[in-house]
């Protein structure tokens, strides 16, 4: 059995997410999401989600591509694979080429792992979701 592996905080699930996470689950009998949690997001992007991770968590769990979710409680992929023991790892095409990901598929590939990079989902972002509520709550307010 091939098992998948991703991670992002879901906050504000949109288009982008779903795609990402049909294509993975395309590519392995089982998929693991870990959902990072409230102090993770906070400790890396310095605000809180809007949704609260228990939430998050049963968003991401309902979706029928999604066979496990669990805690992400840090970014560290290699521990993450000691833990889960995936045979591929999904991410966002942004971080292809970079050197920690560079680093990451070398340390990987002795475990016979591979990374699939998903190209991102075009002019849809949980940020720029949020940029937009925040615009329609201050029309709103004035």
């Given at each position: 059995m091939k098992?998948g592996?991703?991670c992002?905080?879901f906050?504000?699930?949109?288009?982008g997410?779903?795609?990402?996470?049909?294509?993975?689950?395309?590519?392995?009998d089982?998929?693991?999401?870990g959902?990072?949690?409230?102090?993770l997001v906070?400790s890396?992007?310095n605000?809180?989600?809007i949704?609260?991770f228990?939430h998050?968590?049963e968003i991401v769990?309902?979706?029928?591509?999604?066979d496990?979710?669990i805690a992400?409680?840090?970014?560290?992929?290699i521990?993450?694979?000691?833990?889960?023991?995936?045979?591929?790892?999904?991410?966002g095409?942004?971080?292809?080429?970079?050197?920690?990901f560079?680093?990451?598929?070398a340390?990987?590939?002795d475990f016979?792992?591979?990374i699939?990079?998903?190209e991102?989902?075009?002019d849809?972002s949980?940020?720029?979701l949020?940029s937009?509520?925040?615009?329609?709550?201050?029309l709103e307010d004035?």
């Amino acid at each position: 059995m091939k098992i998948g592996f991703t991670c992002s905080c879901f906050d504000l699930l949109h288009a982008g997410h779903i795609l990402m996470l049909k294509d993975a689950k395309e590519q392995c009998d089982y998929l693991i999401v870990g959902v990072s949690t409230d102090e993770l997001v906070k400790s890396y992007k310095n605000k809180e989600p809007i949704i609260p991770f228990k939430h998050r968590c049963e968003i991401v769990a309902a979706l029928n591509v999604v066979d496990e979710v669990i805690a992400q409680k840090n970014r560290n992929k290699i521990k993450q694979f000691q833990e889960i023991n995936y045979d591929v790892l999904f991410v966002g095409d942004d971080w292809k080429g970079s050197p920690i990901f560079n680093e990451l598929e070398a340390e990987l590939k002795d475990f016979n792992v591979e990374i699939k990079y998903f190209e991102y989902t075009k002019d849809v972002s949980s940020s720029k979701l949020k940029s937009i509520l925040q615009n329609i709550y201050n029309l709103e307010d004035a």
